[in-house]
């Protein structure tokens, strides 16, 4: 089993920039890839962005250049980094692992194995 936490969410004004961070607990090999993605009221939940334990990320296109994902030292946190937040990025955040490598990164929900329980990102104007 993999424990996700997710951390970082928060209340935000337009333009500016949040972190989030997620730190995985549990069988360190099971996260070879981690990602985040979104969910808010009413909507599906949407990818965002991944990055494999070895190299590469993938990002949902229209967020290239505004988000980044990154991964620590270690492997087992994975952080999001937020910049010119708009009204539309408000929802629900979750962390998302899985257990093998996997080339092409999946975008799907159905790609992972385990996820945090979500942390909310709220932006005001």
């Known amino acids: 089993q993999v424990q996700l936490v997710e951390s970082g969410g928060g209340l935000v004004q337009v333009g500016n920039s949040l972190r989030l961070s997620c730190a995985a607990s549990?069988?360190?090999?099971?996260?070879?890839?981690m990602g985040w993605f979104r969910q808010a009221p009413g909507k599906e939940r949407e990818f965002l962005a991944a990055i494999r334990r070895i190299a590469g990320t993938s990002y949902k296109d229209s967020l290239k250049g505004r988000f980044t994902i990154s991964r620590g030292n270690a492997g087992n946190t994975v952080y999001l980094q937020m910049n010119s937040l708009k009204l539309e990025d408000t929802a629900v955040y979750y962390c998302?692992?899985?257990?093998?490598?996997?080339?092409?990164?999946?975008?799907?929900?159905?790609?992972?194995?385990?996820w945090g329980q979500g942390t909310q990102v709220t932006v005001s104007s």
């Open positions: 998302a692992a899985r257990t093998y490598d996997a080339n092409p990164i999946p975008t799907t929900t159905t790609g992972y194995d385990y």
């Open positions: 549990g069988r360190a090999a099971s996260n070879d890839v």
